[in-house]
T-cell receptor, first 115, second 112 residues
Framework: QKEVEQNSGPLSVPEGAIASLNCTYS??????FFWYRQYSGKSPELIMS????GDKEDGRFTAQLNKASQYVSLLIRDSQPSDSATYLC???????????????FGTGTRLTIIP | DAMVIQNPRYQVTQFGKPVTLSCSQT?????MYWYQQKSSQAPKLLFH???????NEADTPDNFQSRRPNTSFCFLDIRSPGLGDAAMYLC???????????FGQGTRLTVV
């Protein structure tokens, strides 16, 4: 089982609609979860972080976390063509040693917003 | 202002010729990461530093080494680059446990 799993897509969404991106993770001890956006040829850019069960909203973005189900999602409301990118889910996972946490990424979901 | 800076942005090296990529940060973060990302793949963690403590991933080839001489700088050395090492190399930093990581612009490595 991969440590962080995402549907690779592509996911196509009409402009103005809601885009829904999903992610599952394997480490029950994980405490912090992130969504990054990556445009082609660029480095990942942090767009959301979430630490507690429930929803967290920031502008058009909402992150949702369910630790019991080991599931985190990202909703993008009023999707714009500029939202077309690959969205990477990242989870902090701990090794056996104190301080040996590592940020592990899923393979990303490619999102295309159709004008 | 750029907070995590990678140099160079683009690097072309010859097969087997050692190459060094650099990363600097102005955030005074404790953790620095090096990731390798190939086309349409997830960033793959090569190693990371928690302060001076070095953590190597089990599947990182011995061909890859790293140095962190101080808090601000970290280097990735590829001793004998092969064609399969062509990729984007990403440096990231974070304050510590359970905190966000911020990426530099990346270095695109080409091996000829």
């Amino acid at each position: 089982q991969k440590e962080v799993e995402q549907n690779s897509g592509p996911l196509s969404v009409p402009e103005g609609a809601i885009a829904s991106l999903n992610c599952t993770y394997s480490d029950r001890g994980s405490q912090s979860f992130f969504w990054y956006r990556q445009y082609s040829g660029k480095s990942p850019e942090l767009i959301m972080s979430i630490y507690s069960n429930g929803d967290k909203e920031d502008g058009r973005f909402t992150a949702q976390l369910n630790k019991a189900s080991q599931y985190v999602s990202l909703l993008i409301r009023d999707s714009q063509p500029s939202d077309s990118a690959t969205y990477l889910c990242a989870v902090n996972m701990f090794g056996s040693n104190f301080g040996n946490e590592k940020l592990t990424f899923g393979t990303g979901t490619r999102l295309t917003i159709i004008p | 202002d750029a907070m995590v800076i990678q140099n160079p942005r683009y690097q072309v090296t010859q097969f087997g010729k050692p190459v060094t990529l650099s990363c600097s940060q102005t955030l005074n973060h404790n953790v620095m990461y090096w990731y390798q990302q190939k086309s349409s793949q997830a960033p793959k963690l090569l190693f990371h530093y928690y302060d001076k403590d070095f953590n190597n991933e089990a599947d990182t080839p011995d061909n890859f080494q790293s140095r962190r001489p101080n808090t601000s700088f970290c280097f990735l050395d590829i001793r004998s680059p092969g064609l399969g090492d062509a990729a984007m190399y990403l440096c990231a930093t974070s304050r510590g446990r359970n905190t966000e990581a911020f990426f530099g612009q990346g270095t695109r490595l080409t091996v000829v």
